[in-house]
């Protein structure tokens, strides 16, 4: 019984001192204000896997969304180094939508993580992902920032701790992807109507504090959308207004509101013309 009762304090400690109960992540690489690294957050179905990439902001200092608004810069990601890696999809959480001098801003702060869902060439060989990233960071002034982080992804004895959890539930909150007019979460754009270089798009949404973020149908810049004001209980309704001709490629709507998020594809054609 003593023996029993020594023993199991010892065996605790040897398995919380072992590799295997470390979280499998990449070292911080700092670049002035911020600093990023890789987490693995395991084998998804199918044979995907699920890495996070977690950008980490001192305290007052942003970063961009993949569509960073009227002013600031876009991330870019090279994945070319990897091995063993076929096809990598970066997801990107709801950005806050921020406004100062420069216009409108779609930002994060503190600590941001992408969800990557990472595609091995090969099923069931080794895969290690590795990362380049360019991306911006400001406070009272705006500057480059660069981190390259490499890591191999775990086949046996993977340890899924708190920050694999956190990966996975940054995916969960993730905007889900809906056709137009169909809801989720309460949340569906319902319709969007346009004169020659205007678009007033009309949501389903309940509660108040109700954003909507919009690019092109490519991904490219998108005037941000404005609040109009008067529309009825549980709808909200924006415009927004284009310098030229609206783009062949349509648009690409986020709809959010208290921590659910929706993205919708509009093709052109499926914006009603009006008078």
């Known amino acids: 019984m003593v023996l029993r009762r020594l023993f199991a304090p010892f065996a605790l400690a040897v398995l919380l001192a072992s590799p295997a109960a470390a979280e499998p992540a990449s070292p911080w690489v700092e670049d002035g204000a911020s600093a990023l690294r890789l987490i693995d ?12 990439l977690a950008i980490r902001l001192d305290a007052g200092w942003k970063t961009y969304w993949r569509q960073p608004g009227d002013s600031g810069v876009p991330p870019q990601f090279d994945f070319s180094r990897s091995e063993n890696v076929g096809e990598v999809t970066v997801v990107f959480p709801t950005p806050e939508r921020m406004t100062d001098e420069a216009g409108v801003a779609n930002v ?43 890591l191999a992804l775990e086949t046996d004895g993977f340890f899924p701790g708190p920050a694999a959890a956190a990966v996975r539930r940054s995916l969960a909150k993730a905007p889900k992807r809906v056709a137009l007019g169909a809801a989720a979460d309460g949340l569906a754009i319902a319709s969007l109507r346009r004169t020659d270089r205007e678009v007033e798009v009309t949501a389903k949404a309940p509660g108040p504090d109700v954003a909507l973020f919009a690019e092109t149908g490519d991904g490219r810049f998108a005037p941000s959308p404005q609040p109009v004001a008067g529309a009825p209980a549980g709808e909200a309704r924006f415009r927004m207004a284009f310098d030229g001709a609206l783009p062949q490629s349509g648009l690409r709507l986020t709809l959010a509101v208290a921590g659910h998020a929706i993205e919708v594809s509009a093709p052109l054609d499926a914006i009603v013309r009006t008078p």
């Open 41 to 52: 957050a395991g084998e998804e179905a199918g044979g995907e896997r699920l890495v996070g």
């Open 108 to 150: 994060y702060h503190g600590e941001v993580l992408l969800p990557l869902q990472v595609r091995p060439k090969t099923a069931g060989a080794p895969v290690r992902l590795a990362v380049s990233v360019d991306y911006g960071v400001c406070d009272k002034v705006c500057v480059p920032a660069r981190g390259e982080a490499a």
